[in-house]
């Protein structure tokens, strides 16, 4: 069965720290992966997308991402996070067969100034 | 340009009652989707629009839920016989027709059911 899987639920660190947050996913097909993020009180947002190609995929403020086909990953990083990262972040995978996303249950990440 | 938007943001119902929720896609987007969040849980699939028709509803959970989009644009979701169950962030998103395209979220109604 096709799921996405996020370990970690709920990551604190102090401004200028370095993040990664973990990302497995279990699915046959052609893979499509998702990083949204949804900052408080506000709505999900695209993050960075991987269809094919590089794996490793540059997104908006300063996101990374890094496919790893042998590890069934799709980890998001990030070298130095600020206070305005404060937000949950959900890794999804594009069932294509479908036309439909498959959410993972998402990571709170709190960053103390 | 304007977003996706979802009407209204916040319902309170009882249970058994009939509750409609819409949502409004970006302009051009012929592809439109309807996903539930719970507390704590990622949003999860219920339907899938391609234009008018429902390309795929694998993800309503039962007989009670039906969605609409008779124009191709403005969707309805319908939950009849509301459960408290049923309580959840009810999360619309659209996008450019062609697979794998970014799909935009809009903010979302909270249902809550008493």
């Known amino acids: 069965a096709q799921s996405v899987s996020q370990h970690n639920h709920h990551v604190i660190l102090s401004e200028a720290a370095s993040l990664e947050l973990g990302c497995n996913y279990s699915?046959?097909?052609?893979?499509?992966l998702f990083w949204y993020v949804q900052y408080p009180g506000q709505h999900l947002q695209l993050l960075l997308k991987?269809?094919?190609?590089?794996?490793l995929v540059k997104g908006i403020k300063g996101f990374e991402a890094e496919f790893i086909k042998s590890k069934f990953s799709f980890n998001l990083r990030k070298p130095s996070v600020q206070w305005s990262d404060t937000a949950e972040y959900f890794c999804a995978l594009f069932r294509g067969s479908q036309g439909n996303l498959i959410f993972g249950k998402g990571t709170k990440l709190s960053v103390k100034p | 340009g304007a977003g996706v938007s979802q009407t209204p943001s916040n319902k309170v119902t009882e249970k058994g009652k009939y509750v409609e929720l819409r949502c409004d896609p970006i302009s051009g987007h012929t592809a439109l989707y309807w996903y539930r969040q719970s507390l704590g849980q990622g949003p999860e699939f219920l339907i899938y629009f391609q234009g008018t028709g429902a390309a795929d509803d694998s993800g309503l959970p039962n007989d009670r839920f039906f969605a609409v989009r008779p124009e191709g644009s403005v969707s309805t979701l319908k939950i009849q016989r509301t459960e408290r169950g049923d309580s959840a962030v009810y999360l619309c998103a659209s996008s450019l027709p062609g697979l794998a395209r970014e799909q935009f979220f809009g903010p979302g109604t909270r249902l809550t059911v008493l």
């Open positions: 991987y269809f094919s190609g590089d794996p």
């Open positions: 699915y046959g097909g052609t893979v499509n």
